[in-house]
Nanobody
Framework: QVQLVESGGGLVQAGGSLRLSCAAS????????MGWYRQAPGKQRELVAD???????NYGDSVKGRFTISRDNAKKTVYLQMNNLTPEDTAVYYC??????????????WGQGTQVTVSS
């Protein structure tokens, strides 16, 4: 079994910063890709950022220049540093990971989500 647990969400004023963390645990051989998605009420899921096992990051257009994704392979953890937040960033942020088991089968996993609320 694999579990992804997010933390670091909360309430912040516009212009402020937050750092999200997501730790993976369980039956893991390797983590291929880790990333963050977000979803506001009544809207579709949106890619925020993801990162490969080699450390190459990719970002959604709305967060480029403001957010930074990183990962610690030893801790099986991905981070999202969010700066200069605006009310449009308000959403539930979900951790995502593509993980291989002991025989090389890859599966996609999701965390339960953490709420980020940005006030004006």
């Amino acid at each position: 079994q694999v579990q992804l647990v997010e933390s670091g969400g909360g309430l912040v004023q516009a212009g402020g910063s937050l750092r999200l963390s997501c730790a993976a645990s369980g039956s893991i051989s390797s983590i291929i890709t880790m990333g963050w998605y977000r979803q506001a009420p009544g809207k579709q899921r949106e890619l925020v950022a993801d990162i490969t096992s080699g450390g190459s990051g990719n970002y959604g257009d709305s967060v480029k220049g403001r957010f930074t994704i990183s990962r610690d392979n030893a801790k099986k953890t991905v981070y999202l540093q969010m700066n200069n937040l605006t009310p449009e960033d308000t959403a539930v942020y979900y951790c995502n990971a593509r993980i291989t088991d002991w025989i090389g089968v890859a599966s996609n996993y999701w965390g339960q989500g953490t709420q980020v609320t940005v006030s004006s």
